[in-house]
């Protein structure tokens, strides 16, 4: 099992080189790093025994990151959870297949909230996507839980 960061530049200090997470097995961690990761910080992860794979020179290769981790850790399928510039890029690049929502009967107002998709200001415009829903089943506390395929992306 692997825990995949992105980490563009390099600068998660990490303590170990393996994730708990409840009662489920360690996971190795993998970061994914573009070129702007310093050296230093590369011979940190290997003194810390982390793997790690490059994928771009300023900006996350999406396609790039998905190729090294599949040829590399023999990761076939991710489960993309890191915020909406991460996701949106997945889904831009043609690698998302599955929308899988939760929604649960609260709110809080803020405005400062994290988003499901969100394009960076550097990226180009890209076309909506579409997508259908498959499955639909409800949770505890009137929670949804919503699973769509994706219809359309910019690579499909």
């Known amino acids: 099992m692997h825990y995949v ?7 998660i200090g990490w303590e170990s080189n393996t994730l708990k997470y409840k009662d489920r097995p360690a996971a190795h961690i993998v970061e994914v790093l573009t070129e702007k990761a310093s050296n230093a910080y590369r011979a940190f992860l290997r003194r810390m025994n ?3 794979i490059v994928a771009g020179e300023d900006q996350l290769d ?11 850790f023999k990761i076939e399928t991710l ?14 690049a043609g690698l998302v297949d599955e929308l899988s929502l939760v929604i649960a009967p609260l709110a809080d107002g ?7 998709f969100e394009k960076s200001d550097f990226l180009p ?3 909506p996507v579409e997508f259908t ?3 639909v089943d409800k949770g505890l506390g009137d929670s949804l839980w919503l699973r769509y395929k994706v219809i ?4 499909a």
């Open 152 to 155: 359309n992306t910019s690579r």
């Open 79 to 92: 489960m993309l959870s890191g915020g909406g510039f991460i996701n949106w890029s997945f889904l831009q």
């Open 5 to 11: 960061s992105v980490d563009a530049s390099g600068r």
């Open 125 to 127: 415009a890209a076309a």
């Open 110 to 116: 803020e405005n400062k909230t994290p988003t499901l």
């Open 62 to 72: 999406c396609q790039l990151a998905a190729e090294k981790l599949k040829a590399l």
């Open 50 to 52: 982390i793997s790690y």
């Open 133 to 135: 829903l498959t499955h």
